[in-house]
């Protein structure tokens, strides 16, 4: 028998045992989802993890390990053994290698989101991606003393616009427990989604951060003492201490030197990190984890065509008069085999598709959710090349494991349909 | 007769088009760090005037040249020969941008562990290599061997004015000589 007319007899005989496989169809496409969210989630994860920096040679804080350093200048999760005097960062500033250098204070934070403050450079010199510079959603950079400029993700779920005046408070955390209420600050800027831990950051000015601190005496508001927001500003408000640096440098290849240069720096105990390398080192940390989950959605498609396989096997026997009529009709069993075969590759097929057209529906109607509530920016794309080739691999399991009752199938002697023992 | 016409036309057409990849294929020559380091330049030539045998190891100008020599060779000069080469060259890699799992921009230097455990390589012995197509699974410290055009990134910094940039057509991990 020709191939053509086969096909078309193996998909009549499919639908007429439409529920079995469907439910056995339904399995395959959850799985095949469920193996591509888990790829895409990987990749996404590391792409928006390896994203938070770019263009900066080296982060540079108070002596600790490379990944704490790492975590608290560029992720702000975690806090900051140590500070780093401002004299010593004004010397790494002035080096003459280094291009920029840009101060970062943190430690404050306003519901949950961390406060950083920084220089009005910081916008202009600080890079994410490749080589993407922060722009604007509105406003501008901060100019005066109590001026915010928030991410993206901040405003958005706090729904603070530009003028909005806003209350910082101290330590890290959403308890506000003492809260610098006398000085308010004013929204002037809001950045564009980035993908990166700016999203979730309040920039403020540096001397913002010290005047905050002026009625504070170690590490409480001094009772009694209250400085009014106008009478600030008649106050030394020169940072005195920055919790960590960003470095860029003239020419890439000096890293090292600069990095001894920091590391062996005389005045006080600093540490020089490369980002790259020390994002290496960190993921390959966390690449446990995402190797794991990896491993137990290709288990699941596994179960999912052991699924298919069992299903298959089953109808055999309830379809030993119609492969045996088919033979009687002249059918030889390679033709029994091809529609098998066929059976299993359309069921795979249909349910690999299915799943990936499932994922990219759910991903684009549950991007924006994901994104306010899980802080995860999932863009809604195409498959890419990587998940097409999971997808294929799917494709050719299904295909190889349909052998297996291809194979019964074609062992199945003509006589053995015919005369059924029950 | 027209059969063996349209080979002999094909043959000369792939012939002619294998001649240009062939030859840039070719040109990226083999290069080692030392020539990476000028001929003509010689570490030693201000400490020419001491008489280094006749001093003793606590002299305090002896410690004083050792330390001046130091800096020399950190401020090592670069070959400008190097300006424009097509190069060929093994080494570590320390990666620096990362677009997801791939390195677009990582340094390269010729022994492990550089800049870590010793004092840095001098600038001559360090490449900044940027590559335009992303490279895969790229760790720090794999050894690979880089095939691009060298180039000299000139900029003001205490340790001499111009390091090394190479714009990278091929990076393939390290293999040893023997082909093991």
Redesign the interface.
Known sequence: MSPAPLLRLAARSAWARRLTLGVTLVAIMLSTALLLCVERVRTDARQSFTQSVSGVDLVVGARTGSVQLMLYAVFHAGAASNNIDWKSFEILATHPAVEWALPLSLGDSHRGFAVLGTTPEYFTHFSYGEHQTLAFRAGAPFANVFDTVIGSEAAAKLSYKIGDKITLSHGIGSANLLEHGDKPFQVVGILEPTGTPVDRTIHVSLEAITALHLDWFAGAPVKGVAIPQDLVSKFDLKPKEITAALVGLKRRSDVFRMQRFVNEFRGEPLLGVLPGVALDELWQTIGLVERTLFAVSVLVIIVGLAGLVATMLASLNERRRELAILRALGAGPADIFLMLAAEGLLVTTLGATLGAAMLTLISAIFAPWLLEHLGVLLVPRVLSIAELYLLGGVIITGMLASLVPGWRAWRMSLADGLTPRS | MRVSLFLTSICAAMVALMTPIAQAAEPYKNTTWESLVPKDWDPAKEFKSLNLGAMQDSDPRAMDALSRMKDTW?NAPTERSMDGARIKISGFA????????K?????L?PYFG??IHT???P?NQ???VISKKPIDSM??MDAVTVSGTMGL?R?????GTS???LAVDKVEPYKLPDGK
């Open positions: 950190g320390i990666p620096l941008e990362m677009k997801g799992d390195v677009t921009e990582f340094l230097v550089a800049c004092p840095p390589p600038a360090i490449v900044h760790r720090t990134n900029a003001e910094s205490p340790w390091g090394y940039r």
